[in-house]
């Protein structure tokens, strides 16, 4: 019931195109892979990141890292480092930049990138297997970053 | 990381599911006959990236590893006994079987499986075992050609791969075969899709460990065909690649494709000294 009414809220948001929006091809990533400015200027949702991080058809983000907030939530990967703990160990702009594009923090890390469009070998229309038929939607849209976002700063260190 | 502490959060989260941290130790013994080498030192060829290679049995649970280990209930066999007949039952307009050339399968297919895919020096090409049955039904038997992936293809991969259970997988690399080879490993090493993933991100950097609710193998295929708990039939290797690649959320290949022979004989070079198992069971 509260997933449900989250969903919605998510689907309301997501179809209003904020003007003040960053798009994928325009963010500014600093040296260190973090992204100082919010890529909405609104702020994130904690309770609909939770969701995100945990839902399949979302950010999947437990198809390989462990939440223990999220215990209800079954199956947690192993592949990424537990994210526990992480909102303590990183900045909100290093949060950003870790779920937009992993890669600009860690050269060469499986982790996948949330807010990117190009520069993939032989994309997919996501999981059809067939080739996308216009440009490619990021994985995950502004506004469901910056609540992904929000919801690992609230993971602090015990 | 530290690991210990990781295999305890593991364990509090995902309470109900025993989480392994790799292979088990299990053997693996065919109807109380046939030893299978399922964890043994990984072929030259890859000595930078792993020590040891090991079939996906070694990776699943114990119920589902049990279903392998007696005919009466690995529910692949069936599929092998139904090939049997395929193989004894003239089709096409030359009216011959595979056995009006092959005679019994027992004898003239043992072996066979263990060193495909393979290079013929007739075609110039290296060749499956599917190419290579459907040019059988297509040139020798003026039959159609069996669907790649199909029942049929599938079930007669079976058979062929019984005759050679517990023969170590041993396909040739170099000479003619090699261009074909490294380019399978090129593919194995790209990673594609929108999730940029290599074979090589989950099979070799991450076997071992849980993704989602799925204990990652090494990705070998002595095991193949498999029966699936999941789908319940025989599944081929090129429909296993698909999925694999449709999973990064890429354009995948097609099956029979140049690249996928190619992707074929890489991922079965990485398997060379395990033992032929297909029809294996899988989840």
């Not at chain 2, 396909?171 to 003619?176: C, M, R, T």
């Amino acid at each position: 019931m509260k997933f449900a009414s989250l969903t919605l809220a998510t689907a309301l948001t997501g179809s209003i195109a904020l003007a003040g929006q960053v798009g994928p091809e325009d963010v500014a990533f600093n040296d260190d892979g973090a992204i100082e400015a919010s890529l909405t200027g609104a702020p994130g949702d904690a309770a609909n990141g939770a969701v995100i991080v945990g839902e399949k058809s979302k950010g999947n983000c437990v198809a390989c890292h462990q939440v223990a907030a999220l215990a209800d939530v079954p199956f947690h990967g192993e592949v990424g480092p537990p994210l526990d703990g992480a909102g303590s160990r990183w900045s909100e702009a290093e949060l950003r930049g870790l779920v937009s594009n992993a890669k600009m923090t860690f050269d060469g890390t499986v982790m996948p990138a949330f807010y990117k469009v190009d520069g993939f070998v032989r994309p997919g229309d996501a999981y059809t297997g067939n080739a996308p038929e216009g440009p490619l939607p990021p994985i995950l849209s502004a506004q469901e970053i910056e609540d992904v976002v929000a919801f690992l700063a609230t993971l602090k260190e015990e | 990381m530290n690991f210990k502490a990781m295999t305890a959060i593991a364990a509090l989260v995902a309470a109900p599911l025993s989480v392994l941290a790799g292979p088990d130790e299990d053997a693996l013994v065919v109807n109380g006959e046939i030893e299978m080498v399922t964890k043994t030192a990984a072929p030259a060829h890859m000595a930078d990236a792993v020590d040891e290679i090991y079939s996906g049995w070694r990776f699943r649970s114990d119920e589902t590893q049990a279903l392998q280990m007696d005919d009466f209930d690995n529910p692949g066999m069936v599929f092998v006994d139904q090939a049997q007949e395929a193989w004894d039952t003239a089709d096409g307009t030359e009216g011959k079987s595979c056995a009006s050339c092959h005679d019994a399968v027992q004898d003239s297919m043992a072996g066979v499986r263990a060193v495909y895919p393979k290079w013929n020096e007739d075609a110039g090409e290296v060749r499956t075992l599917a190419t290579q049955i459907n040019d059988c039904r297509e040139n020798k038997m003026g039959a159609e050609k069996w669907k790649y992936t199909g029942g049929d293809m599938a079930a007669m991969e079976a058979l062929i791969s019984v005759q050679s259970r517990g023969m170590p997988v041993n396909v040739a690399i170099d000479g003619p075969a090699q261009e074909t080879w490294e380019k399978g490993k090129e593919i194995y090493y790209t990673r594609y899709g929108q999730l940029e993933l290599s074979c090589a991100n989950c099979h070799e950097q991450n076997y071992g460990n849980m993704i989602r609710a799925d204990h990652l193998s090494q990705g070998q295929i002595n095991g193949f065909p498999t029966y699936r708990l999941k789908n319940a039939k025989l599944n081929t290797a090129h429909a296993r690649f698909k999925g694999c690649v449709r999973d990064t959320r890429a354009e995948t290949f097609k099956p029979g494709s140049d690249d996928f022979v190619a992707l074929e004989l890489y991922v079965a070079s990485r398997g060379n000294g395990l033992s032929v198992e297909g029809p294996s069971v899988r989840n």
